[in-house]
């Protein structure tokens, strides 16, 4: 898709005029700052089998003992891309899905039943028990953004889909996290063809769109979306939420097209992170990020050890958005493997029990969110937006045909 080479433009086209910044030590909310931030987690990467095409932003989960991924977008690929990988870059919004039995070492991907709703990337998908829900989306035709929601499931060796009540309104690239019976989303964002928006929705009527919270029930499908507490915070998209213990940890992200004084200050950064426990249903702010680096997966389950949140990837905007809607300059070194392709291959961890963050190792190619999930002891990257690169020898391209493998570790035991 193009919307993160638009994103990147805007950004920097609007660096230089800025209404209300701050500098960037005047932090305006009682954010805790973390003066380093050391390695806490080893990840050993390797290449997995290819994908049948390049896309990105896609989303699913392991259902079973089979990996899936449904629906993204491909750009057409860069020339390089087509030149070096002809035939794998076909441009276009996806229906496709497909799984990777992981039992088995040799297996290759598999095609399963197209999606049944418009084709569309920025969906967001949830597993529990034996079925993966899936909601929301974009494209570039109406309505742009969708709110339909659709539940795959497999009898003996038959997937099958079928359709579930709707998001209460359109959205695109909200996170999702699972407790029990119970799916989460929280932020997102809305879309008219030019601009996202969470701030509000297109329309301007439905205030704070990206720090809504919500609640599904797949025991009770007939009752829908539930509209829980929103998160103090500032609103939000590409963003991650991980459930841990009874709790939604709300981590890092962006914000839609910034508009301030009439003018457009393009999209920035979000550091504030948060915590909402569902028991007692309250909100807590968490440390910021020590980086400013926004875009992370908004996978379900990228938690190791039901402690430690990987956050891999990631960019920083020209600016950071503060809670109270106030702007200031991003902070903290991020990493590149290709200085030329303007994204990031940083992995930011997130520590549950310490509340610090620290980092893994890099990955070998500059990737911006790609679907992340973890089990067990292992990392999938699935897709995702990359600046072209070679991996072990094996060229990637813009959109790339790429599973990323990695096998986790504790760098040293934690407190």
Same mark, same amino acid.
């Given at each position: 898709?193009?919307?993160?080479?638009?994103?990147?433009?805007?950004?920097?086209?609007?660096?230089?005029?800025?209404?209300?910044?701050?500098?960037?030590?005047?932090?305006?909310? =009682?954010?805790?700052?973390?003066?380093?931030?050391?390695?806490?987690?080893?990840?050993?990467?390797?290449?997995?089998?290819?994908?049948?095409?390049?896309?990105?932003?896609?989303?699913?989960?392991?259902?079973?003992?089979?990996?899936?991924?449904?629906?993204?977008?491909?750009?057409?690929?860069?020339?390089?891309?087509?030149?070096?990988?002809?035939?794998?870059?076909?441009?276009?919004?996806?229906?496709?899905?497909?799984?990777?039995?992981?039992?088995?070492?040799?297996?290759?991907?598999?095609?399963?039943?197209?999606?049944?709703?418009?084709?569309?990337?920025?969906?967001?998908?949830?597993?529990?028990?034996?079925?993966?829900?899936?909601?929301?989306?974009?494209?570039?035709?109406?309505?742009?953004?969708?709110?339909?929601?659709?539940?795959?499931?497999?009898?003996?060796?038959?997937?099958?889909?079928?359709?579930?009540?709707?998001?209460?309104?359109?959205?695109?690239?909200?996170?999702?996290?699972?407790?029990? =019976?119970?799916?989460?989303?929280?932020?997102?964002?809305?879309?008219?063809?030019?601009?996202?928006?969470?701030?509000?929705?297109?329309?301007?009527?439905?205030?704070?769109?990206?720090?809504?919270?919500?609640?599904?029930?797949?025991?009770?499908?007939?009752?829908?979306?539930?509209?829980?507490?929103?998160?103090?915070?500032?609103?939000?998209?590409?963003?991650?939420?991980?459930?841990?213990?009874?709790?939604?940890?709300?981590?890092?992200?962006?914000?839609?097209?910034?508009?301030?004084?009439?003018? =457009?200050?393009?999209?920035?950064?979000?550091?504030?992170?948060?915590?909402?426990?569902?028991?007692?249903?309250?909100?807590?702010?968490?440390?910021?990020?020590?980086?400013?680096?926004?875009?992370?997966?908004?996978?379900?389950?990228?938690?190791?050890?039901?402690?430690?949140?990987?956050?891999?990837?990631?960019?920083?905007?020209?600016?950071?958005?503060?809670?109270?809607? =106030?702007?200031?300059?991003?902070?903290?070194?991020?990493?590149?493997?290709?200085?030329?392709?303007?994204?990031?291959?940083?992995?930011?961890?997130?520590?549950?029990?310490?509340?610090?963050?620290?980092?893994?190792?890099?990955?070998?190619?500059?990737?911006?969110?790609?679907?992340?999930?973890?089990?067990?002891?292992?990392?999938?990257?699935?897709?995702?937006?990359?600046?072209?690169?070679?991996?072990?020898?094996?060229?990637?391209?813009?959109?790339?045909?790429?599973?990323?493998?990695?096998?986790?570790?504790?760098?040293?035991?934690?407190?």
């Amino acid at each position: 898709m193009k919307y993160t080479a638009f994103l990147l433009l805007m950004s920097m086209a609007c660096q230089s005029f800025v209404h209300g910044i701050t500098c960037a030590d005047d932090v305006t909310d =009682s954010a805790i700052v973390q003066d380093s931030i050391a390695p806490m987690l080893k990840i050993t990467w390797r290449l997995g089998v290819d994908l049948p095409q390049g896309f990105q932003d896609s989303d699913g989960g392991i259902l079973g003992d089979r990996l899936i991924t449904i629906g993204g977008f491909c750009s057409g690929g860069l020339e390089e891309d087509n030149r070096r990988k002809p035939g794998r870059s076909p441009r276009g919004f996806l229906k496709k899905g497909w799984s990777l039995d992981l039992r088995d070492a040799e297996s290759d991907w598999t095609s399963l039943p197209d999606f049944p709703g418009p084709a569309r990337q920025g969906l967001s998908a949830a597993i529990v028990d034996d079925a993966l829900y899936v909601w929301g989306g974009f494209s570039y035709e109406e309505p742009y953004c969708y709110r339909d929601g659709w539940r795959l499931s497999r009898e003996g060796d038959r997937w099958q889909w079928s359709e579930l009540p709707p998001f209460p309104w359109p959205i695109n690239s909200t996170s999702l996290a699972t407790i029990g =019976s119970r799916i989460y989303a929280c932020g997102g964002s809305d879309y008219n063809a030019e601009r996202f928006f969470t701030e509000t929705d297109r329309a301007g009527g439905r205030e704070r769109l990206g720090a809504r919270l919500l609640m599904f029930d797949t025991n009770e499908l007939s009752a829908g979306w539930q509209e829980l507490e929103a998160c103090p915070g500032t609103p939000r998209w590409v963003h991650t939420m991980a459930a841990i213990d009874g709790e939604l940890y709300v981590i890092g992200g962006a914000t839609g097209d910034t508009i301030r004084d009439g003018a =457009s200050v393009g999209y920035c950064t979000v550091v504030d992170n948060w915590k909402y426990n569902t028991a007692d249903r309250q909100w807590t702010r968490l440390r910021d990020l020590p980086v400013a680096s926004g875009n992370f997966p908004r996978s379900t389950n990228n938690v190791f050890q039901n402690r430690y949140i990987l956050l891999p990837g990631g960019y920083q905007y020209g600016h950071v958005l503060n809670p109270d809607g =106030s702007l200031r300059q991003p902070y903290g070194q991020v990493h590149s493997a290709n200085e030329k392709s303007g994204l990031c291959n940083d992995v930011f961890v997130y520590d549950t029990r310490s509340g610090l963050f620290g980092t893994a190792d890099r990955l070998p190619i500059d990737n911006n969110l790609p679907m992340t999930v973890i089990r067990d002891d292992t990392i999938y990257l699935i897709g995702g937006e990359t600046g072209g690169g070679v991996i072990q020898g094996h060229y990637y391209g813009h959109h790339p045909d790429l599973l990323l493998i990695g096998k986790i570790e504790v760098v040293a035991a934690q407190p």
